[in-house]
């Protein structure tokens, strides 16, 4: 199973502040998808993400949200001005062989 | 569009007895189908999938599910609970291999009593 690691583990933020959330998938791979998980409800799609490419996003992933593959390893997630509804745990999954495996989360907090 | 339902936000069942957690599915095209399991405070683990090949899947584990297409199910079992499985288990479906989005359900809390 294809290791993916996030970091941080924990993020406390104050709303209109903007806050990257990484993703760093030990091999090489080409599809990235982030998700979020606000406390106590379903897992939700945000975007996918292909050959450097959005490929679909979600209704949730409006415009304070962007993608980017900065490096070639490290997947980011950035929210430009928070805000107290996007207080969730945050999911990156990377996908190998028709299945999609997921990171271990960042808890994000805003407040 | 794709959808799923988990009949039953909470489940509970004795140490010992059979683990039957249900998924139903809306997919426009056949589906590829999936149950991830949740340990407090951690991401998802893939347990098993379905991508057309046997309608019995077995997973890690112990658990295993049946693709039925005319009852558009996918449930989860498990013959013998152990406290272990105490955990979230969500059912997701996508409408193809790679690089479709997951679309998951609500989510099952199993509860393992002794």
């Known amino acids: 199973e294809p290791e993916v690691t996030q970091t941080p583990s924990h993020q406390v933020t104050q709303m209109g502040q903007e806050v990257i959330l990484r993703c760093v998938p030990i091999?090489?791979?080409?599809?990235f998808y982030w998700y979020r998980q606000i406390l106590g409800q379903k897992v939700e799609f945000l975007v996918s993400?292909?050959?450097?490419?959005?490929?679909?996003k979600s209704e949730i992933f409006d415009d304070q949200f962007s993608v980017e593959r900065p490096d070639g390893s490290n997947f980011t997630l950035k929210i430009r001005s928070t805000k107290l509804e996007d207080s969730a745990m945050y999911f990156c999954?990377?996908?190998?062989?028709?299945?999609?495996?997921f990171g271990p989360g960042t808890r994000l907090l805003v407040l | 569009a794709q959808s799923v339902t988990q009949l039953g936000s909470h489940v509970s069942v004795s140490e010992g007895a059979l683990v039957l957690l249900r998924c139903n599915y809306s997919?426009?095209?056949?589906?590829?189908l999936f149950w991830y399991v949740q340990y407090p405070n951690q991401g998802l683990q893939l347990l098993l999938k379905y991508t057309s090949a046997a309608t019995l899947v077995k997973g890690i584990n112990g658990f295993e599910a049946e693709f039925k297409k005319s009852e558009t199910s996918f449930h989860l079992t498990k013959p013998s609970a152990h406290m272990s499985d105490a955990a979230e288990y969500f059912c997701a479906v996508s409408e193809s291999g790679t690089a479709s989005k997951l679309t998951f359900g609500t989510g099952t809390r199993l509860q393992v009593t002794l």
């Open positions: 999954a990377i996908a190998e062989g028709g299945t999609q495996y």
């Open positions: 997919s426009s095209v056949p589906p590829y």
């Open positions: 091999s090489n791979h080409l599809y």
């Open positions: 993400f292909y050959n450097n490419e959005i490929s679909e």
